[in-house]
Each structure stands twice: as structure tokens, then as C-alpha cells.
């Protein structure tokens, strides 16, 4: 079955410090492939998304190239802030189970000044 | 606003009691999704609905039951069947299931069993 792998946390940063959160995969055929992040207390939101192999997404400076020879996406960004601070989650959509999402066990950052 | 609304935010039961938990969207989505959310782990699928009067089991169906009467509207019910209740539950809804459209959170329940 599918399954998606996160780096372990948490992860603790300076201000202005790069992120990399790792993410690989395991899915058949050609999975569409997601970031959400989770505010304390909150729901997800979709931060960003990469439906075929090479693309990059990208939102808020954060970005992920969908690496197929490698069955990852890794999430990056170049400089974090205090607000960045929250749980990511990596998760993917196979072309064939209807709607599912399966979800990585997330990465909690926290980011200080 | 479009969106999803939960309620309510906090929900705590005596053990053996049913609850249902609300989910509504105002977005036009056919499909709607409950997740179920543990410390340390990623969402996990309960129960899925593609359009109104029509629901899936997901990974986890077990204890748990939804409804599908309206299209806005995607109640579970944690029944005492469910041996671990306690958990942030999150409803979600797209457009449609297939294609990569993206899910739409609301804000989440969390459940305290006792």
C-alpha cells in the first residue's frame, strides 16, 4: 500500500535559518503529492502542491520538487521566521483510491528569534 | 467566507456514551472526509463520502458512523464500539475525489473520553 515517511522531529531553528524537511514515498503509479502545515489548535491548510514528476511547489517561500527517481519531496525554505513555527505534514494522492490522502507523521518546527 | 465550520471545538463524554461531531461546508463540495488525528502520528481516514446519500469505510471505520442527507452537511457519530475515542478529529472537503483538487480543513473537534 501507500505509505509516506517524514523526517523525525522536532526540528528547532534560529530565525532566519534554512529548513529542510525531509519526505519520501512509497505509491503505486503516478501519486499527485502535498505539504500541509498545522497551526497550534488549528485544522490544515494546504501549503503546497506538485501533481507530476518535476514540478515544483512553491507558496510563502517555502518550495518542493517532486522527485520521482527518488520518491521524494523534500520541503525547503530559505529563511525561516517565528511564524513559520508549526507541524508539516507530507502527504499523497494515488490516482487510484478516491480521495484518500495518506499522510506522513508530521514534522513539528519551532522557529526562535 | 467559504469554509468549514466543526463544532463543537471541545467535546468531553463519560465512556460508553455516543457523540456526534459536526462538520458543515459552505464551499459546493461533493466530496467530504473524516480524519481522525493521534500525537505523534499522521491523519488517518475514518469515513469518506463522494456525494449526498452515498459514504465509504476508510482505514479506520471501526466504532465510529456517518450520515451523508445534505451537501453540506457530514455528521460522525464516535459510537461505544470505538475502544480509543480520545483524538482531534478533522473534517475535510473537495471539489470531487478524483484529480489532485485539494482538501479543505476545518478547524477540528477534540474529543476527551473518560
Known amino acids: 500500500g501507500n505509505s509516506v515517511t517524514q523526517m523525525e522531529g522536532p526540528v528547532t531553528l534560529s530565525e532566519e535559518a534554512f529548513l529542510t524537511i525531509n519526505c519520501t514515498y512509497t505509491a503505486t503509479g503516478y501519486p499527485s503529492l502535498f505539504w500541509y502545515v498545522q497551526y497550534p489548535g488549528e485544522g490544515l491548510q494546504l501549503l503546497l502542491k506538485a501533481t507530476k514528476a518535476d514540478d515544483k511547489g512553491s507558496n510563502k517561500g517555502f518550495e518542493a520538487t517532486y522527485r520521482k527517481e527518488t520518491t521524494s519531496f523534500h520541503l525547503e525554505k530559505g529563511s525561516v521566521q517565528v511564524s513559520d513555527s508549526a507541524v508539516y505534514f507530507c502527504?499523497?494522492?494515488?490516482?487510484?483510491?478516491?480521495?484518500?490522502?495518506?499522510f506522513g507523521q508530521g514534522t513539528i518546527l519551532t522557529v526562535h528569534p | 467566507d467559504g469554509g468549514i465550520t466543526q463544532s463543537p471545538k471541545y467535546l468531553f463524554r463519560k465512556e460508553g456514551q455516543n457523540v456526534t461531531l459536526s462538520c458543515e461546508q459552505n464551499?459546493?463540495?461533493?466530496?467530504m472526509y473524516w480524519y481522525r488525528q493521534d500525537p505523534g502520528q499522521g491523519l488517518r481516514l475514518i469515513y469518506y463520502s463522494q456525494i449526498v446519500n452515498d459514504f465509504q469505510k476508510g482505514d479506520i471505520a471501526e466504532g465510529y458512523s456517518v450520515s451523508r442527507e445534505k451537501k453540506e452537511s457530514f455528521p460522525l457519530t464516535v459510537t461505544s464500539a470505538q475502544k480509543n475515542p480520545t483524538a482531534f478529529y478533522l473534517c475535510a472537503s473537495s471539489i470531487e475525489g478524483t484529480g489532485s483538487y485539494e482538501q479543505y480543513f476545518g478547524p477540528g473537534t477534540r474529543l476527551t473520553v473518560t
Open positions: 502527504a499523497l494522492k494515488d490516482g487510484t483510491s478516491y480521495g484518500k490522502l495518506t
Open positions: 464551499l459546493n463540495h461533493d466530496a
